[in-house]
C-alpha cells in the first residue's frame, strides 16, 4: 500500500492541486443539487441523504472516491450563508480570499502553543492582535487582542480576567438581553448567579442599572451588549460606562455582533463608548466575512492578561523564555491553536478599513432597505428600524390572543413559528425568530454584501404566500 501524500512540505502544494479541483467540483455539484439556501425535506430527509451518502464511515479497506462524494453530500445538505434567502443567524458567507487563506494555515498547520511550531504565525498574530486593539482603543495606552474561537470563548476569558483582577468574590451584572454565554461563563468558572437588569426596550436601562449596583456590595462586573442576537440592539454605552465609573464597577461590552461597525466611518460612532470598556469581544466571522473561527477578545490593559500566565517546562521553559524565544501560553486557555490569525490578516491586508467599511456599509443599508419595504407592505408588521443589519417583522394580520400567560405561544406566535418553519422544511428560505415585547418574530439577518434590492423583495414576497389565510385569533 502506498503512503498517502502530505499537505505540507516540498509535495504538499502538488498533491493538494489535483484534490482542490475535486472539492471544487463536488461543492458546485452538491450547490447544484440543493438548489437553495437550504436542503429540502427537513432533518429526517437530509440524514437519510447523509447516510446514504457515506456508508460505513470506517470500513475496511479505504475508498479513494470519499473526497469527492462527501463533499458533495455536505454540499448539498449545507445551509448556505451566501444565499440571499439564508437570513436567519449571524453566520457570514466567508470571503473567497479569507478562506484560500484558510486553506493555507491548514496545510501549515501552525499551533500557536511554541514558538517552535509556529515561527512566524507567532510574529503574524502579534502584529495583527496588536492592530486590532488600536482600533478598539485608539487613544488608550497598553491594550492587547487575543484570538479566539468565537463570542463564547471572549466572554468566558473576559469573566476570568475580571474575577482575577477583582477578587473571587466577583458579581456579574448583565441585563436581559445579554448572550446566554455570559451567564454560562459565570457558572463554569464558580462565580454567583449574575444579576440580571431589565431591558424593556431590547437594551439595557442605565437607571435600573444604577439601582442594581447601589445595591450590590463586593467587586462589580457589568456586562453590556453591542449587537444583541435577536435584533442587533446597541445598550447605551457612554451612560452604562458612567455608572460604571461611578460605582467602581468594571465593564465588558460583547461586541461580537457590533463590533464590525469598528470599519466604517459612517456607523462606527454606533459604538460611541466601547473604549470604556475592560475588555470587548469581536466575531470577524459575523461582521468580517471569515470562515468560523475567527474570534477576538481586546483588553484596555494588557497587564490584566498576566493572569492567563502558565509554565510547561516542554512548552516555555524559563531559559527559552529569557533567551528571547516568545512565550504563547498565556495567549489562550487553549494549548493547541491553529493559525486562525492569517485569514484575519490577508482580510484586513487585502481589503483595508475602506474595503471592510464599504462592506459593513452595504450589508447596513440592505437592512435599511428590507426595513422600508416592511414598513410600506400591508400584510406585514415591523418591529423597529434596524440598528445594525437585523430585522424583525411578523404577519400584520396575526392578532395576539389576550390574556396569554407570559412566556406562553399565542396564535399570532404559531403563526410566525410555523411560517419559519415550513420555509425551512421547503428549503425556501432561512430566516430566524426571536421573542421581543411578549411576541414572536420572523428575524433577518443581512450579512451578504451581494445581496440585491430585488432579492429582498423576493424573500418577503416569498414569505407572504405561506402566510396562512386564517392567522387571525382562534375561536
Not at 199 to 223: F, K, Q, Y
Not at 237 to 260: E, S, T
Request: with cysteine.
Amino acid at each position: 500500500m502506498s503512503m498517502p501524500p502530505l499537505a505540507s512540505g516540498p509535495e504538499g502544494p502538488g498533491a493538494l492541486r489535483p484534490l482542490l479541483d475535486t472539492v471544487l467540483a463536488a461543492l458546485a455539484e452538491g450547490g447544484g443539487a440543493r438548489g437553495g439556501p437550504l436542503p429540502h425535506g427537513g432533518p429526517g430527509a437530509v440524514t437519510a441523504r447523509m447516510r446514504d451518502a457515506v456508508g460505513e464511515p470506517l470500513p475496511d479497506e479505504g475508498d479513494p472516491g470519499a473526497l469527492r462524494r462527501l463533499v458533495r453530500a455536505l454540499a448539498e445538505g449545507a445551509a448556505d450563508p451566501a444565499d440571499p434567502l439564508c437570513a436567519a443567524h449571524l453566520h457570514c458567507p466567508p470571503l473567497a480570499v479569507a478562506t484560500a487563506a484558510d486553506l493555507a494555515a491548514s496545510a501549515l498547520n501552525a499551533s500557536l502553543d511554541s514558538w517552535d511550531q509556529a515561527p512566524s504565525a507567532s510574529a503574524l498574530e502579534e502584529l495583527v492582535t496588536g492592530a486590532l486593539a488600536a482600533e478598539v482603543y485608539p487613544d488608550r495606552g497598553g491594550p492587547d487582542c487575543l484570538v479566539t474561537t468565537g463570542g463564547t470563548e471572549s466572554n468566558h476569558l473576559a469573566l476570568l480576567l475580571a474575577r482575577e483582577a477583582r477578587g473571587a468574590g466577583l458579581r456579574v451584572v448583565l441585563g436581559a438581553n445579554a448572550h446566554h454565554s455570559l451567564a454560562r461563563a459565570a457558572w463554569l468558572l464558580g462565580l454567583p448567579d449574575p444579576v440580571v437588569v431589565p431591558a424593556p426596550a431590547g437594551v439595557l436601562d442605565p437607571a435600573a442599572l444604577d439601582a442594581a449596583l447601589t445595591c450590590l456590595r463586593g467587586p462589580l462586573l457589568v456586562a453590556a451588549t453591542a449587537g444583541t442576537t435577536d435584533a442587533g440592539l446597541i445598550d447605551p454605552l457612554p451612560q452604562i460606562a458612567a455608572r460604571c465609573r461611578a460605582h467602581g464597577a468594571r465593564l465588558h461590552v460583547d461586541a461580537a455582533y457590533g463590533g464590525g461597525l469598528l470599519f466604517s466611518d459612517r456607523y462606527r460612532e454606533r459604538l460611541a463608548g466601547l473604549d470604556a470598556a475592560d475588555t470587548v469581544t469581536l466575531d470577524l466571522h459575523k461582521l468580517g466575512w471569515q470562515p468560523v473561527a475567527a474570534g477576538l477578545l481586546a483588553v484596555r490593559d494588557a497587564r490584566d492578561l498576566a493572569a492567563l500566565h502558565q509554565r510547561a517546562d516542554y512548552l516555555n521553559a524559563a531559559d527559552d523564555t529569557e533567551a528571547g524565544l516568545p512565550d504563547l501560553l498565556g495567549r489562550s486557555l487553549r494549548t493547541t491553536r491553529r493559525a486562525d490569525v492569517l485569514k484575519i490578516a490577508v482580510t484586513l491586508k487585502t481589503l483595508g478599513r475602506t474595503g471592510l467599511g464599504a462592506l459593513v456599509d452595504r450589508v447596513c443599508d440592505r437592512a435599511a432597505a428590507f426595513a422600508d419595504l416592511v414598513a410600506a407592505h400591508p400584510a406585514f408588521e415591523l418591529y423597529d428600524r434596524p440598528t445594525i443589519s437585523t430585522v424583525l417583522f411578523r404577519p400584520a394580520g396575526a392578532a395576539d390572543d389576550t390574556g396569554a400567560t407570559h412566556g406562553a405561544m399565542t396564535s399570532a406566535d404559531d403563526t410566525v413559528a410555523a411560517v419559519r418553519r415550513t420555509l425551512l422544511a421547503d428549503g425556501r428560505a432561512v430566516l430566524g425568530r426571536a421573542r421581543l415585547d411578549g411576541r414572536l418574530w420572523l428575524k433577518a439577518t443581512l450579512l451578504n454584501p451581494h445581496t440585491r434590492p430585488d432579492d429582498l423583495a423576493a424573500l418577503l414576497k416569498l414569505v407572504e404566500g405561506h402566510i396562512p389565510d386564517d392567522s387571525g385569533p382562534r375561536p
